[in-house]
């Protein structure tokens, strides 16, 4: 008879050391290692939160490897590309994470993601505090964008919508970059 293995809470994970070569996430109660992201994949992140720092005003903080703490016992998370309101930013303990999830989380597509990892990361963060939830596919050249109510794949040409937080456009190819 197999033996469920013991859920780690946040206060354990937050004992551990730090791992070179990359850095654990806890996932619903279970440490996972994930590998620091190669340079293309930050040079995407990085455009991306500079685009969204520009057309966003100063009530919203947009920040790469944001982590937080969508539920409050067994999981800590990073978004790739975070935007939180100012006042939930500042809300945050020193010592601690953001408490639910950003009001958007992008994520950039890499070759260790799998799309159940997507939707169980989407499902979490929909369901803790994101307005929406975006997957990025660079060699695609589109943006999925997951809302409570459904999701929708934009294409070069289209523009995404920033619901909920500013009256605020972004067009997919401003988004991605050149080719």
Known sequence: MATAAKLITVA??????????????????????????KHGHTSLQHRIRTLLERILD???VVDKEMAFRAHPEHEIRRADVGVIRLSRWDAAERDGY??????????VE????????????????????SISFWVVYPDLREVTVAYAEGSRTYREGDVIELRGLAEVRVAVEELLGPR
């Open 12 to 37: 354990e994970f937050l004992e551990r050391p730090e791992v070179p070569g990359g850095y654990e996430e806890l996932r619903q109660g279970e440490i996972v290692m994930v590998a620091w992201p």
């Open 58 to 60: 100063d009530s919203f």
């Open 98 to 107: 953001i408490a639910g999830a950003p009001e958007i989380v992008i994520e």
């Open 110 to 129: 890499s070759p260790s993601n799998t799309a159940r990892e997507f939707r169980e990361k989407e499902d979490l963060c929909l369901a803790n505090g």
